[in-house]
């Protein structure tokens, strides 16, 4: 997909792309410079509401468990 930049600086966020991620009104974005790429992050306006469940059966209870086990084997 691609859109155009106008002359003030002001570009169209495609229809599916609004979305697929939600992008309303008001919905802030951040602009990451790699130094080759340009990417568009949406930011969510409850950061802690839109991760719930992200990390779900990752297990990492156990992962957090098991290395602290092997740090005390170390230590």
Known sequence: ???TVTVRGQTAIPAVI???YNIKPKTKL???DDGHTITVLPVPYDAI???KGKLKGLRL???L????RE???RG
């Open 30 to 32: 951040e602009w990451v």
């Open 1 to 3: 997909m691609e859109s």
């Open 49 to 51: 509401k839109a991760l």
């Open 71 to 73: 740090e005390r084997l």
């Open 65 to 68: 468990l098991k290395s602290r």
């Open 18 to 20: 609004r979305r697929r």
């Open 61 to 63: 209870t156990e992962a």
